[in-house]
């Protein structure tokens, strides 16, 4: 990359105010519950209050498109963080989900242009997803609510 060109990153700067809606599965709830913890956690140490954060919980990883879609028509959400986790069992079940619901919010973040993080763990035994949610591989949680601040810092850049 050209040294001289200007870099416009979200890694600093000011935050927007409004809510940030946290959904998450009940299934699994040992590594979700983990997950939502990194999250919230994250997201109060970056300066959101906790009457910022909203945590909504469904079923399982299927419903998780459906509820963020949900959370984003309101007004005040100004990001959502997905957290779920699937586990590969012995059919390709979890193949099915984990593609349909990486999609669905894709396009909905495209669509909308609100940040949505994927924390959805998608793995192929429970060992791997108790590294993921603050094992020896981090939180996933962490994680997606560091992606969310660093896009909404970006956004705020790029609005002006």
């Given at each position: 990359?050209?040294?001289?060109l ?6 600093d700067g000011?935050?927007?105010?409004g ?14 519950d ?6 919230v ?12 954060i909203?945590?909504v ?37 979890d193949?099915?989900?984990?593609r349909a ?5 894709m ?6 242009g ?9 793995c192929n ?8 949610s603050?094992?020896?591989v981090?939180n996933k949680g962490?994680?997606?609510a ?10 705020e850049?790029l609005?002006?």
């Amino acid at each position: 990359m050209n040294s001289s060109l200007p870099e416009i990153t979200g890694l600093d700067g000011d935050l927007p105010e409004g809510k940030i809606a946290i959904i998450a599965s009940r299934y699994n709830p040992a590594i979700c519950d983990k997950l939502v913890a990194g999250a919230v956690a994250t997201l109060t140490e970056a300066g959101y209050p906790e009457s910022s954060i909203l945590v909504v919980r469904v079923p399982g990883a299927w419903e998780l498109p459906t509820i963020v879609q949900t959370v984003l028509d309101h007004q005040d959400v100004i990001a959502a963080i997905a957290l779920g986790c699937v586990i590969k069992g012995e059919t390709t079940h979890d193949e099915h989900i984990n593609r349909a619901v990486s999609l669905s919010l894709m396009e909905m973040g495209v669509d909308t242009g609100i940040p949505i993080a994927f924390g959805l763990l998608t793995c192929n035994t429970l060992e791997q997803a108790i590294q993921r949610s603050g094992g020896n591989v981090g939180n996933k949680g962490n994680e997606s609510a560091e992606a969310i601040l660093e896009l909404l810092r970006l956004n705020e850049k790029l609005s002006k």
